[in-house]
């Protein structure tokens, strides 16, 4: 088991542009601001995204991409770091406009149309949430 306290030392609200690529722009905003731990929040919608999922017996990603537009229903995730650079993980939830739903893990590709976004910042002072290489399932994992 890993477990580490974390106060929250300020939350950040806004958006990203039209077109932005979410996954990049979460980790371009991580740098910028210098966040390395953290938890994030995104609703709005899409122009098309990129989903991975994990296979387990291949232990390794796989993604699919949909070329349409859908709403966020939901994107929660973490903001950790991995040997020195923001490392965002977030599972993103997306509906069309049939009702079917998608998830999986953000991928880099999923543009936005529109976001507004939350993140906690974590006050870290002498705490770090970092990532490492787990050989037996081959993921990137907190230690």
Same mark, same amino acid.
């Given at each position: 088991m890993f477990?580490?306290?974390?106060s929250v030392?300020?939350?950040?609200?806004?958006?990203?542009? *039209?077109?932005?690529?979410?996954?990049?722009?979460?980790?371009?905003?991580?740098?910028?601001r210098d966040i390395s731990a953290g938890r994030i929040e995104v609703i709005?919608?899409?122009?098309? %995204?990129k989903i991975k999922y994990f296979y387990k017996k291949r232990k390794m990603f796989d993604g699919v991409?949909?070329?349409?537009?859908?709403e966020i229903v939901s994107?929660?995730?973490?903001i950790t770091t991995h040997e020195g650079e923001p490392?965002?993980?977030?599972?993103?939830?997306l509906a069309d406009h049939e009702g079917v739903?998608? !998830?999986? *893990?953000? %991928?880099? !590709?999923?543009?936005?149309?529109?976001s507004e976004f939350n993140i906690a910042v974590y006050?870290?002072?002498?705490?770090?949430?970092e990532r490492h290489h787990d050989a037996e399932s081959n993921l990137l994992l907190l230690k």
């Open positions: 477990v580490k306290g974390f030392q300020e939350t950040l609200v806004g958006s990203f542009d *039209h077109g932005d690529d979410l996954l990049l722009s979460l980790k371009q905003l991580c740098k910028e709005g919608s899409v122009e098309e %995204a991409f949909y070329r349409k537009s859908m994107c929660i995730g973490t490392f965002i993980h977030c599972h993103i939830s739903l998608y !998830g999986g *893990h953000l %991928a880099e !590709g999923t543009r936005l149309y529109s006050e870290y002072s002498g705490k770090t949430l």
